[in-house]
């Protein structure tokens, strides 16, 4: 199984990136999607889930109204738009699989992890 993070970059401060997830090695229309980000020496948190039909998602508070995530059964990909974009969400961005329903905040729940992207929001 693989999920690849693409995407990152640096970007000032108000800007947009679009973050995708290609996956691979598993039946991608049975699991839900996730983003989470890890900012330097923080722990891991939850931005963003979109179901395994692509019906529902869910977001972070800080991403409502700003980010959007979407994703591409036909081609195994997930995209998350991230815009108005702020310097304390630089940080390394993760997507993550998970077959379990609920719990879609938790780490412990996704099954599957990408590398990661970084992404890096300069004043």
């Known amino acids: 199984v693989q999920l690849q993070a693409s995407g990152g970059g640096l970007v000032q401060a108000g800007g947009s990136l679009r973050l995708s997830c290609a996956v691979s090695?598993?039946?991608?229309?049975?699991?839900?999607i996730a983003w989470f980000r890890q900012a330097p020496g923080k722990g891991r948190e939850f931005v963003a889930v979109?179901?395994?039909?692509?019906?529902?998602?869910s977001y972070a508070d800080f991403a409502k109204g700003r980010f959007t995530i979407s994703r591409d059964n036909a081609n195994s990909t997930v995209n998350l738009q991230m815009n108005s974009l702020k310097t304390e969400e630089t940080a390394v961005y993760y997507c993550?699989?998970?077959?379990?329903?609920?719990?879609?905040?938790?780490?412990?729940?996704?099954?599957?992890w990408g590398q990661g992207t970084l992404v890096t929001v300069s004043s």
């Open positions: 979109i179901s395994r039909s692509g019906s529902s998602t």
């Open positions: 993550a699989a998970t077959s379990t329903y609920g719990y879609y905040t938790l780490t412990r729940t996704y099954d599957y």
């Open positions: 090695g598993l039946t991608f229309n049975r699991y839900d």
